[in-house]
């Protein structure tokens, strides 16, 4: 069984940054795709991340783009979220998930039914 804690969560002000990060236990976690997703309230959760197991592929959506960059340290288990110039709207709980790849699987997947892990979140609040 695949644990994952997030941490890295907080208070901050528009533009400003933070650096979340994922650790993995009980796993292989070398062998996982990685993904963050966001989920703010009264909203259903979104795709904000993903890095493949290899770490050579990455993927996020248009809305963080050029803002936020994944990335993944195999030897230390654990994959990051860093945020710039951050935004009221991306005030959420931040979750990581791991999905152990089948054959031909490249890359991380974008919906959260596809993935197998689940942290419990980090909360995220950008002030105005």
């Known amino acids: 069984q695949v644990k994952l804690v997030e941490s890295g969560g907080g208070l901050v002000q528009a533009e400003g940054s933070l650096r979340l990060s994922c650790a993995a236990s009980g796993g292989t976690f070398s062998s996982y795709h990685m993904g963050w997703f966001r989920q703010a309230p009264g909203k259903e959760r979104e795709f904000v991340a993903g890095?493949?197991?290899?770490?050579?592929?990455?993927s996020g959506p248009d809305y963080v783009e050029g803002r936020f960059t994944i990335s993944r340290d195999n030897a230390k288990s654990t994959v990051y979220l860093q945020m710039d110039g951050l935004r009221p709207e991306d005030t959420a709980v931040y979750y990581c998930?791991?999905?152990?790849?089948?054959?031909?699987?490249?890359?991380?997947?974008?919906?959260?039914?596809?993935?197998?892990?689940w942290g419990q979140g980090t909360q995220v609040t950008v002030s105005s």
């Open positions: 998930a791991a999905k152990t790849p089948f054959l031909g699987d490249y890359d991380a997947p974008t919906r959260p039914d596809q993935y197998d892990y």
């Open positions: 890095i493949s197991w290899s770490g050579g592929r990455t």
